[in-house]
């Protein structure tokens, strides 16, 4: 089987790979090639170091006619540019994340034509297409048939490219799966460029010995998911049978949703109240504003049906962080309360 995943290089890309490899098939099918395209190359040597994975670096949108040369069975499309991107850089939103998903959905469509058959064809939506607008205001909980109203660009973003993977899915041209990705933290490696940004650094920089900022309220809450549980969504939602999935609409990953001033405790109780001496708490309008548009709270029977759960905590959010990460985690408390040193 071979596989393509955009975003390769990122981290949830990464863990994407990992865990591909390491299951060394999809669906059933044995993985022969496993092609990982960024802007930049991986550095994980286990994945440098199986002769299964290829990487390919380059603007995605400028890059498709070369990836694309040849048939690939699965195509897992992570890559996009985040939300304050799009909103800072309109233009780059639609050239990373409109354009370069047209370009590639037409470039399965060419080989579906050509008589390879559809291939799998994996989306990375959002929760940011949800939002409250004056004529359809948010509900207290999302459900599955809840109507997205996005309030940002990359919301927009997200949500005609759910359509389009919808349609392309109607016609035979593509074998499509949208599912809508919750704030995945806590994120290894340097702070990007999105809204949700805060809700790793506020963990990964004080653990690290850093300074991090919280410009939201405590109170605020946030559906959030970790990196494993996600992708253990995107595998399952990958594998499931098009019954099972339930029609072509997106569908809504679990969600935990805890408030920033619990997610704060449960780093207290990991680490001691030393990393909480490093977070200041300047507000910033513009991330409050995006972040507060975004549903916290989240039921989904299609989820359950494909026996997909939320985390159970922030707590066991902290200690994956932490027991995956241990490099990059200086504070010896820590790392003691979970017996990595």
């Not at 790979?17 to 550095?43: C, E, F, K, N, Y």
């Not at 949108?61 to 939300?83: C, G, I, N, R, T």
């Amino acid at each position: 089987m071979n596989i393509l995943i955009t975003g390769g290089a990122g981290f949830l890309g990464r863990g994407l790979a990992t865990a591909l490899l390491a299951r060394g098939q999809l669906g059933g099918r044995s993985i022969t090639r496993l092609m990982l395209a960024d802007l930049v190359g991986p550095r994980d040597p286990t994945l440098t170091q199986d002769a299964r994975v290829h990487s390919h670096v380059g603007d995605l949108l400028a890059s498709v006619p070369a990836l694309m040369a040849q048939p690939w069975d699965a195509v897992f499309h992570l890559a996009s540019a985040v939300s304050g991107e799009c909103e800072s850089n309109f233009d780059l939103g639609l050239h990373a994340n409109l354009d370069s998903t047209r370009a590639l959905l037409d470039a399965c469509r060419a080989q579906t034509a050509a008589g390879h058959a559809p291939p799998l064809f994996f989306f990375s939506s959002s929760v940011a297409v949800f939002g409250s607008d004056p004529a359809l205001p948010l509900p207290a909980v999302v459900q599955d048939h809840t109507l997205p109203t996005p309030q940002s660009s990359y919301g927009i973003h997200k949500f005609v490219c759910e359509q389009l993977v919808a349609d392309y899915t109607r016609k035979g041209f593509i074998d499509g799966r949208a599912a809508r990705l919750m704030t995945v933290s806590v994120r290894p490696g340097q702070p990007n460029g999105a809204a949700s940004g805060f809700l790793s650094g506020l963990f990964r920089e004080p653990l690290a010995g850093q300074p991090s900022n919280c410009p939201v309220g405590l109170d605020t809450e946030v559906a959030l998911s970790s990196p494993a549980n996600t992708v253990a969504g995107i595998l399952a939602v990958a594998e499931a049978s098009r019954e099972a999935f339930g029609g072509r609409t997106a569908i809504n990953l679990p969600a935990l949703t805890v408030s920033v001033r619990d997610m704060l405790q449960a780093l207290e109780n990991l680490a001691g109240p030393e990393p909480l001496s490093l977070i200041g708490y300047t507000p910033d309008a513009a991330i409050a504003k995006i972040v507060a548009a975004w549903p916290s709270r989240f039921e989904s029977r299609r989820t359950a049906a494909l026996g997909l759960q939320a985390d159970p905590d922030f707590t066991s959010v902290l200690h994956q962080y932490v027991q995956d990460h241990a490099e990059a985690v200086t504070h010896p408390g820590a790392l003691e309360r979970l017996g990595l040193v």
